[in-house]
């Protein structure tokens, strides 16, 4: 560490000795860094001693200035204001005085200082104290501005958590939507392009700043432009694209999970996604919205990051619905349905209406899920699972669990 002998006049040093300041305007032809002693000298014969704990540069501040942040310098003169005696106090003193967060200086501090600064600067200019060359003057005049700049500044961590943050949303949203990647490269042009335009502040008449405010600047425009990209795709879903009908009547639609198919049966329009029925409507167009509605859904569900669903399990039948909609139903085919063998259990779909019809009674499609065929035979319903195509075991190895 290094000790710099500094001359301060009577002013800033009662300010630093009452507390009222922690700090001081300097010009930085010292090479200060973090943990070097200052002996500060004024001319009424008062010494001081002080550590520097922070270092503020850049950030508005004019080339060959900087802010620093001092912390009182425990010496072995100190008494111990425990026993009052000398010579031990040492590094616990020092973090005593500092606290947890001695080494940080915040920009209302900072702006603190500068103001102060100002303050001093003129009132030199106002003869209190005659000689002020140029450079103070120009120091001087451009000080407000400075100090409201380090106020306007976002924290560095913050801003930089929030567009890391947007960009990996942004990222997985376009993941999501597959056909969308154009959006995210015009993205990237529009941030190198804002990118550019904020690097030439320091041209544009404001060559005190020259680059000091570019990098917050920079990240100011990027998250803006980032945000308004995100919430864009947050609320527009492409419609699907419908082909057909086929020569069977049938309607068709690819998307970024899969597809989904309107075709006609003889109870009339059914959906189905990625080949598995999802519910019967009276025309295309209701079925088709209720693909689009689907769709919507399971977008706005990749795009968002909820916690964890619990994992999917077989259910007792007697928690099942019995409104009419249909379900996935584990059966046990025990009246020989081919062409499973006796006492097979399987997967298929099906439904009940007992709030409708007040007949409590199961209703199978005849499509084993698990066998891949059609079956002939009625069996015994013992499970149920909320529609999806069903990846679950099946209990074959003991009957008796569910």
Not at 77 to 101: I, L, M, Q, V
Not at 105 to 130: M, T
Not at 157 to 169: I, K, P, S, Y
Request: aromatic share 6%; charged share 25%; net charge negative.
């Amino acid at each position: 560490m290094t000790s710099h002998d500094l001359k301060i006049d009577p002013a800033p040093l009662d300010d630093l000795l009452s507390g009222d300041k922690t700090g001081e305007v300097r010009r930085d032809d010292r090479g200060f860094a973090v943990g070097d002693t200052v002996r500060l000298t004024c001319a009424d014969g008062r010494e001081a001693e002080r550590r520097i704990t922070h270092i503020q540069r850049g950030y508005g501040l004019p080339d060959g200035i900087c802010v620093l942040s001092y912390a009182h310098q425990v010496g072995a003169e100190d008494a111990c204001p425990s026993c009052g005696g000398t010579g031990h106090y040492g590094d616990a003193a020092r973090r005593a005085f500092d606290g947890p967060d001695g080494d940080l200086v915040s920009r209302e501090a900072a702006a603190r200082l500068v103001d102060a600064e100002c303050a001093r600067i003129l009132s030199k200019q106002d003869g209190i104290i005659p000689a002020v060359d140029t450079n103070l003057r120009m120091i001087a005049s451009v000080l407000p501005d400075i100090a409201a700049a380090i106020l306007a500044l976002p924290a560095v961590e913050q801003g930089n958590a929030e567009v890391d943050r947007l960009t990996a949303e942004l990222d997985s949203m376009c993941q999501a939507l597959h056909a969308e990647g154009d959006l995210h490269l015009a993205t990237k042009a529009e941030v190198a392009a804002l990118r550019d335009k904020v690097q030439t502040l320091g041209t544009e008449g404001h060559a005190y700043r020259a680059g000091k405010l570019a990098g917050a600047e920079i990240r100011r425009a990027e998250r803006d432009a980032l945000r308004a990209q995100v919430e864009a795709m947050r609320v527009t879903v492409k419609s699907l694209v419908w082909e057909g009908p086929d020569e069977n009547g049938d309607f068709h639609a690819d998307h970024a999970f899969g597809s989904y198919e309107v075709y006609r049966a003889v109870s009339g329009l059914w959906l189905s996604r990625d080949g598995v029925y999802s519910g019967r409507y009276q025309t295309s167009d209701l079925a088709k919205a209720a693909a689009q509605a689907d769709y919507d859904a399971r977008i706005r569900a990749a795009l968002s990051t909820p916690a964890a669903a619990a994992p999917q399990e077989w259910k007792t039948i007697e928690t099942a619905p019995k409104d009419g909609r249909m379900v996935c139903l584990l059966v046990d085919y025990t009246d020989g349905a081919a062409p499973l063998d006796d006492a097979e259990i399987a997967a298929t779909i099906g439904f009940n209406s007992l709030d409708d019809t007040g007949e409590d009674e199961w209703h199978l499609v005849g499509w084993s899920w698990s066998q891949d065929c059609f079956t002939d035979g009625q069996g015994t319903v013992i499970g149920w699972t909320d529609f999806s195509p069903p990846a679950l075991p099946l209990p074959n190895a003991d009957k008796g669990e569910v």
